[in-house]
């Protein structure tokens, strides 16, 4: 009887080291393009990426497709990758989405903050406020990030908190741009030490309003911007 012979399994170890390359490699290009260097449009070429990382295609083309995901690039057939462009639906649909479930969050969640979150809120306020003057750029949208979760933490919604969380890690290419292109550096320390303020004071209902104030300000700001960005471009 001629028994079957079945080809080795793939070792899960190439697999996994690949997984790890191309995390990598996503990491160091969704800096790049959240700080700027890759701007909207600019081509990225799995050969030339490769060359640069020292690595095979494979993992440069599953990061690239890791980043499609984020939004941050476009993957189109027979052309490749590019970094992909700010638009004004984005823009609406993702801090409409935020306005709307935010607030609902800090209303259930703000009378349960303790001292030990204010304390950890005004510590990141400070290195965020630090952070913002010495123009480390990398840090603003992380920091923004932990200060809003931190402040939902007690809702007891997480799929809603999971949702949030999701688009504050969207939002965090428009943070940046907001906060490095407009003004809106000042208004940004201005309203979240005063959101700290009203929780603190029990002042729920106007720490809701003044959240969805600040939200819906930056989507606004944002969209005036790509607006400019357009007519500047169209007058070219």
Same mark, same amino acid.
């Given at each position: 009887?001629?028994?079957?012979?079945?080809?080795?399994?793939?070792?899960?170890?190439?697999?996994?080291?690949?997984?790890?390359?191309?995390?990598?490699?996503?990491?160091?290009?969704?800096?790049?393009?959240?700080?700027?260097?890759?701007?909207?449009?600019?081509?990225?070429?799995?050969?030339?990426?490769?060359?640069?990382?020292?690595?095979?295609?494979?993992?440069?083309?599953?990061?690239?497709?890791?980043?499609?995901?984020?939004?941050?690039?476009?993957?189109?057939?027979?052309?490749?990758?590019?970094?992909?462009?700010?638009?004004?639906?984005?823009?609406?649909?993702?801090?409409?989405?935020?306005?709307?479930?935010?607030?609902?969050?800090?209303? @259930?969640? &703000?009378?349960? /903050?303790?001292?030990?979150?204010?304390?950890?809120?005004? %510590?990141? *306020? +400070?290195? !965020?406020?630090?952070?913002?003057?010495?123009?480390?750029?990398?840090?603003?949208?992380?920091?923004?990030?932990?200060?809003?979760?931190?402040?939902?933490?007690?809702?007891?919604?997480?799929?809603?908190?999971?949702?949030?969380?999701?688009?504050?890690?969207?939002?965090?290419?428009?943070?940046?741009?907001?906060?490095?292109?407009?003004?809106?550096?000042?208004?940004?320390?201005?309203?979240?030490?005063?959101?700290?303020?009203?929780?603190?004071?029990?002042?729920? @209902?106007? &720490?809701?309003? /003044?959240?969805?104030?600040?939200?819906?300000?930056?989507? %606004?700001? *944002? +969209?005036? !911007?790509?607006?400019?960005?357009?007519?500047?471009?169209?007058?070219?």
């Amino acid at each position: 009887m001629k028994l079957e012979t079945k080809s080795p399994p793939k070792p899960a170890q190439k697999s996994l080291q690949h997984r790890t390359i191309a995390a990598a490699v996503a990491e160091s290009l969704r800096e790049r393009i959240l700080d700027g260097e890759f701007q909207a449009g600019f081509p990225l070429r799995q050969d030339a990426l490769a060359s640069e990382f020292g690595v095979s295609r494979i993992p440069v083309r599953e990061a690239l497709m890791q980043l499609e995901a984020e939004g941050l690039v476009k993957i189109h057939p027979h052309r490749g990758a590019i970094v992909s462009e700010l638009s004004m639906e984005e823009v609406q649909e993702l801090f409409s989405l935020r306005a709307l479930l935010e607030p609902r969050l800090l209303e @259930a969640s &703000a009378r349960q /903050l303790t001292s030990d979150d204010y304390a950890k809120l005004n %510590r990141i *306020l +400070q290195e !965020y406020s630090a952070e913002l003057r010495a123009n480390h750029v990398r840090r603003w949208g992380e920091l923004n990030t932990q200060f809003h979760m931190l402040l939902y933490r007690h809702a007891g919604q997480p799929r809603t908190l999971a949702i949030v969380a999701n688009l504050l890690q969207e939002c965090d290419r428009h943070t940046r741009l907001q906060l490095s292109l407009t003004d809106g550096m000042k208004r940004a320390e201005t309203e979240h030490a005063e959101l700290v303020r009203l929780c603190e004071n029990g002042q729920i @209902a106007e &720490a809701c309003s /003044l959240l969805r104030t600040h939200i819906e300000d930056v989507a %606004r700001s *944002l +969209q005036a !911007y790509i607006e400019s960005h357009q007519r500047i471009n169209g007058s070219r």
